[in-house]
């Protein structure tokens, strides 16, 4: 549900971003794609964007065209999907074709990385590079890793699915929220979910990057079996004792908030997996099982939200001064 592309600086000199020629309106689609549910790489430490800012600046690549697309990169910026990644090989800095390699060096790193890597038709031919992964402008929007982006998906609520699935949401984020009003420190089934989350989130380049969780939970006082009821108070020691190893092993910074639903007031019902990049709501809740004929009975759908849903979820929804629950109160576990 959320995919990772690359597009070489070519496919922004003025030759293609120009009025008279259709490329220009394929790059800006693509860009406009990737708002919805992508990731852009932006190679060779960030000096990706600069080449490209250094295009879309010729006095020749035509104006509104540059305005769309700036705008469309301006966006991504600010929502964190434009994907910083390690400097490109330097036996090669100087390879007329040297964004192709080192595009298919972050792919080789990591198979699962590139849905897909854009180029002008012209770059690929007379670089004689062969990928897969490779696809010319010409036939990018017809092109099976763009048509095939889902919005939506259905799997196994096996660690193994949600590992699969996770970990595309997770890699590059930097905050993540995980909400769930029957999400439990007392119930391994939710514990191997943030256990997996905690794992992946900021796990990218060979290095894990301590990032920050946070955990919305129910009144423990209505939590199943009976037996797990008790207070506010004695339920956030609980995630406190069980978190701080988990935060110790990953350098993740955690925060648990507790909530019910005021008198006559909204249910705390909805559950989601929310970061800054993007969010999914996933009705058949955050727990997860072990490979097995349980969690085959127990299929989870996750859907895409709009960026405007997920930004009011987590300001007016969840925040404790704005929200329509009742906010009983956190606990922060640092490593």
Not at 77 to 93: C, V
Not at 257 to 265: D, I, M, T
Request: hydrophobic share 35%; with cysteine; aromatic share 8%.
């Amino acid at each position: 549900m959320l995919y990772q592309y690359a597009i070489t600086p070519d496919a922004f000199e003025p030759s293609c971003i120009n009025a008279m020629n259709p490329k220009g309106v394929i790059v800006e689609q693509l860009l406009r794609g990737i708002q919805e549910n992508g990731l852009l790489a932006n190679l060779d430490l960030g000096k990706w964007m600069t080449i490209v800012r250094r295009c879309l600046q010729s006095p020749e690549t035509d104006p509104e065209a540059r305005h769309e697309i700036e705008s469309c990169l301006s966006l991504l910026h600010d929502r964190n999907r434009l994907i910083t990644h390690p400097a490109g090989a330097a036996e090669i800095s100087g390879d007329d074709f040297r964004w192709l390699h080192w595009a298919l060096h972050c792919s080789q790193r990591q198979p699962d990385l590139f849905h897909g890597i854009f180029a002008s038709d012209a770059y690929l031919e007379v670089s004689e590079l062969t990928d897969s992964a490779f696809v010319s402008l010409s036939r990018a929007l017809r092109s099976s890793c763009w048509l095939q982006r889902k919005i939506s998906e259905d799997f196994e609520k096996t660690e193994s699915e949600l590992c699969k699935h996770v970990k595309p949401i997770v890699r590059y984020a930097q905050r993540l929220h995980l909400v769930d009003p029957y999400l439990s420190c007392r119930k391994d089934s939710f514990m191997r979910t943030v256990e997996i989350c905690a794992a992946l989130l900021g796990l990218f380049d060979g290095q894990r990057h301590p990032r920050q969780i946070q955990i919305h939970a129910g009144d423990p006082m209505n939590d199943l079996p009976e037996a797990h009821r008790e207070s506010k108070d004695d339920r956030l020691a609980r995630w406190v004792t069980v978190l701080q190893p988990i935060a110790t092993h990953t350098g993740h910074t955690f925060k648990v908030l507790l909530w019910k639903q005021k008198s006559n007031g909204k249910k705390f019902h909805d559950r989601y997996i929310i970061t800054e990049q993007f969010g999914i709501a996933a009705p058949g809740g955050l727990d997860v099982f072990e490979d097995g004929s349980e969690a085959r009975a127990n299929l989870s759908t996750w859907n895409l939200l709009e960026h405007e849903q997920s930004r009011k979820i987590l300001t007016t929804n969840l925040h404790h001064q704005k929200s329509p629950y009742q906010y009983l109160g956190s606990k922060e576990v640092r490593p």
